[in-house]
């Protein structure tokens, strides 16, 4: 939430879509320097944005960092309607345009990558490029179908490879994430990244997990601080935060990007961060994106968890800033 962990920055909107926003905006130092627009994943907000919000601030970019919808902040409307892509980047756009921001250079992460590669489709004319971290572009109008992807990555894994969307989009799944919330905390930032394969992708793992109340130890790249930071800021929250999985589900943005005739390639710089092989890495999945991106290039950190900018914060800066340099 950009007013817990970042009050002094913190600024608010009601968009057209009537959804009232909560995001972090700091001016760049001179017109010289870029924005950054910064999209998370789940489950998360602007927080886990918090040392790439502190580095580039200091090295004098801009930065945009909203809490998206479901999260933070912002608004949490019950009904999927809200959670539509096109909604939620013309709702971007707003913010953009408030903050007199004609153009920025887009990062997203997790679930935050799915809603950039739409602003890219939508708006591919505001963004100067963008990056992707641990997940790869998602081509718009590709229907999403839940069953057939966990039994396709059951047969080359062993295992489901998304079981936990099976959990997140069932009624009252965030509920029983509120009730064991160091639970899940320690599961969905993990010490080991492994323990996903076991607890997280299979289908049935994640729930298990919750109703033991298991409990892992704390991995490096978290303090205790910012693990109770990180729940008072979602606490009491997670049904509307896992309406994304239904949204994705439920395949509510096929219309929208069906009638737009969107153009799927991508005409700006593409940057992609991905972290090392790890039981639950699905080969070639990154590298796919060649055949939607002009210009794209790879890079990969040298740890082995999701949480790239967290876990590897300085590789993740560094790469970052050196594609800025190297696209303007």
């Known amino acids: 939430m950009a007013h817990i962990a970042f009050p002094q920055w913190a600024k608010t909107i009601t ?32 927080y886990d ?5 502190k580095y580039y601030s200091i090295h004098g970019y801009g930065i945009l960092a909203p809490d998206l919808l479901g999260y933070g902040g912002t ?45 890219a489709n939508y708006f591919p004319h505001r963004l100067l490029s963008c990056t992707f971290l641990t997940v790869p572009y998602a081509k718009p109008g590709e229907k999403f179908d839940l069953q057939a992807v966990n039994a ?19 009624e009252g799944s965030g509920k029983i994430i509120d009730e064991h919330i160091d639970s899940f905390f320690s599961l969905f930032y993990p010490h080991d990244a492994e323990v996903w394969s076991r607890n997280l992708a299979p289908i049935g793992a994640i729930e298990s997990w919750l109703r033991a109340d298991t409990k892992a130890p704390l991995p490096s790249f978290i ?25 994705l589900a439920n395949n509510i943005n096929i219309e929208d990007e069906l009638n737009e005739n969107l153009d799927p390639m991508l005409h700006m710089p593409v940057l992609v961060i991905t972290e090392q092989p790890s039981a639950i890495s ?18 990969q950190v040298k740890t082995n968890g999701h949480w790239v900018q967290l876990e590897a914060r300085d590789e993740v800066n560094s790469m970052i800033q050196e594609f800025i340099h190297e696209v303007c």
């Open 282 to 299: 699905i080969p070639g999945f990154a590298e796919q994106m060649k055949q939607f991106a002009d210009d794209v290039r790879f890079k």
């Open 75 to 119: 608004d949490k409307p019950d009904s999927l309607h809200h959670y539509r892509a096109k909604t939620m980047c013309d709702s971007l756009i707003e913010i953009m345009d408030h903050e007199h921001i004609d153009r920025v250079h887009a990062v997203g992460h997790d679930m935050g990558c799915g809603l950039l590669s739409r602003l």
């Open 15 to 46: 968009t057209v879509s009537t959804n009232t926003y909560s995001y972090v905006y700091i001016a760049p130092k001179t017109t010289t320097y870029s924005t950054l627009l910064f999209l998370h994943g789940f489950p998360s907000s602007c």
């Open 152 to 170: 396709m990555t059951s047969q080359f894994f062993g295992f489901e490879r998304f079981g936990y969307i099976e959990f997140f989009v069932r």
């Open 223 to 247: 303090t205790t601080e910012e693990k109770e930071t990180h729940c008072q800021i979602l606490h009491g929250y997670y049904d509307k935060a896992v309406n994304w999985y239904r949204a």
């Open 49 to 53: 944005w918090r040392h790439q919000i």
